[in-house]
């Protein structure tokens, strides 16, 4: 597991980390990070190694080992490790591989640069986009969707001053929670950008870090051509100006405050036009003076209807805004299917946060806490990666795959593949990407479900007070001792 140099500078250092991966997760999503990609992004982000066993590879790999493991402990990674090794015949000499201690380990983790665990997770989604680039929607262009979650983490004050705890929730009850804005491809759901910031605040809102990753200098995972596809919290226009700046159409519901008229503007069919946005006169607080006179004075959008006759659903009717102007080329019934399809981003965070384990975060500090978000996206942009190459090999569609399936299967092929023979690998492989194929997303149309549950929790009292005060509490009542 050590390395050292005999093959040559970091390139073999890389090549050398690979071929002992340290886990069966490894062996198997290090086919979808080539030696080369890992190479090129330590190098531009200087990352060295040191003579000792949580070399950045192999921290980053036991780190996604704990991201991808049922008990995602510190304690269980580092068993992990001491497992395989012991099992290899590769403990070191001095007995340092065999301690059971996470402090090296959670100090490896430390040094790992958070810049380093995001570029491999971007470079990741970005060539799973550009493999599995458009569907049938829209002429075949590249698609894309933004949307936005929270995620919690332990109630630490360095959290709770960098990420504070929303104010409905009084001091000591509640938890430090952090607003996540991420753009996927909703073709073969990679992330491909990201932005974190506090859940409450000036400037913490979706849009705030949505326009972060639209003015970055990399454009946020969005390139010109692309289709973003939003909610109506996004449907701006602010928004769609920065959008086309970037040369990327955007397909959104309108903004509830918004006054509709179809009788005003340009007549396309039934229940469809163009209409002229003018720019509004009140610059916004977040904006300079420079930005906003670079604004354009008035923008062309399209409004479209979209009537929903299916029971159990609560939606009746919608409008949509696109600047996806030309009717004969993207149809107004094109139009409802493509953003029909926005739900996905949805689904998609659902299996960040619960398949994945992502929405009750474990680091203590905000540092970690970052570095344990692009952690889990990087697991999951390699899961996808998986699941898009046996979806290829089955002829099917990559969201025809059940990512929970995908997990589940790569869990269970994870001992097998970590102990096998190197000749074995390409064999067990070849099994474990059928395996996946065969995990479809069930076809429901139209499912509707009541948002409840049916099993109760465990009668326990919630904590109204901090919890140094209910301790105080049961010392002087003597419940304690019982």
């Known amino acids: ?23 069966g997760h490894g062996v198997a999503l290090c086919e979808v990070l080539p030696a080369d990609a890992v190479q090129r992004a330590m190098e531009a982000e200087g990352v060295r190694f040191r ?11 036991t780190f996604l080992s704990q991201v991808l493991g049922a008990d995602g402990s510190c304690r269980a990674a580092v068993a992990r490790l001491i497992a395989l090794l012991a099992a290899r015949g590769e403990a070191a000499a001095d007995g340092e591989s065999l301690d059971p201690a996470t402090g090296p380990y959670c100090k490896a983790r430390q040094r790992l640069p958070e810049r380093l665990v995001a570029r491999l997770t971007a470079e990741a989604g970005g060539r799973l986009h550009d493999d599995y680039p458009a569907g049938r929607l829209l002429g075949g262009r590249p698609v894309k969707v933004v949307d936005g979650t929270t995620v919690s983490m332990p109630d630490t004050p360095a959290n709770q001053k960098r990420w504070p705890q929303p104010p409905t929730q009084a001091p000591g009850l509640g938890f430090p929670l952090a607003r996540l804005v991420v753009v996927m491809s909703l073709h073969c759901a990679a992330v491909l950008s990201l932005a974190i910031g506090p859940y409450a605040g000036k400037q913490s809102g979706e849009t705030a870090l949505f326009r972060t990753l639209v003015t970055a200098a990399d454009g946020g995972g969005l390139a010109r051509g692309d289709v973003l596809l939003a909610d109506r919290y996004y449907a701006s226009f602010w928004a769609i100006a920065m959008l086309l700046a970037r040369g990327v159409d955007s397909l959104m519901r309108q903004h509830q405050k918004r006054s509709i008229d179809f009788r005003s503007g340009t007549r396309l069919g039934r229940d469809d036009h163009r209409i002229t946005l003018a720019r509004p006169t009140q610059r916004p607080d977040w904006m300079d003076a420079a930005t906003y006179a670079g604004m354009p004075a008035e923008l062309t959008v399209r409004e479209v209807r979209v009537r929903v006759a299916v029971r159990g ?14 009717a004969a080329l993207y149809g107004k ?15 998609d965070l659902r299996a960040i946060k619960q398949t994945m384990a992502m929405g009750v975060l474990r680091c203590k500090t905000p540092e970690m806490v970052r570095k344990e978000i692009w952690a889990h996206l990087l697991a999951y942009n390699l899961i996808r990666g998986l699941i898009a190459r046996a979806a290829q ?14 997990v589940q299967t790569l869990d269970a092929f994870a001992p097998v593949l970590a102990l096998a023979q190197p000749q074995d ?15 479809r997303v069930g076809d429901r149309p139209n499912r509707y479900e009541p948002r409840t549950v049916k099993r109760r929790a465990k009668p326990i009292a919630w904590l ?8 105080n509490r049961l010392a002087r009542s003597g419940a304690a001792k019982c």
């Not at 003579?51 to 790999?61: A, G, K, S």
């Not at 659903?313 to 030309?326: A, E, I, M, P, Y």
């Not at 019934?333 to 996905?344: K, P, Q, S, T, V």
């Not at 492989?429 to 995990?439: M, P, T, V």
Request: hydrophobic share 50%.
């Open 464 to 471: 109204t007070v901090p919890r140094e005060q209910a301790r």
């Open 313 to 326: 659903f609560r939606v009746r009717c919608l409008v949509l805004v696109t600047t996806l102007l030309d």
């Open 51 to 61: 003579d000792c066993l949580f070399t950045p590879l192999v921290t980053l790999w």
């Open 1 to 23: 597991m050590r390395s050292d140099g005999s093959h040559g500078g970091l390139a073999g250092k890389v090549r050398d980390a690979r071929a002992a991966l340290i886990d």
């Open 393 to 406: 090999q089955a002829g099917i569609e990559p969201r025809q795959v059940s990512f929970a399936g995908a």
């Open 425 to 439: 690998l390409p064999r067990l492989l070849e099994i474990l990407l059928r395996a996946i194929a065969r995990h």
């Open 333 to 347: 019934d094109e139009i409802a299917r493509a953003f029909a399809c926005r739900w996905h981003a949805e689904l």
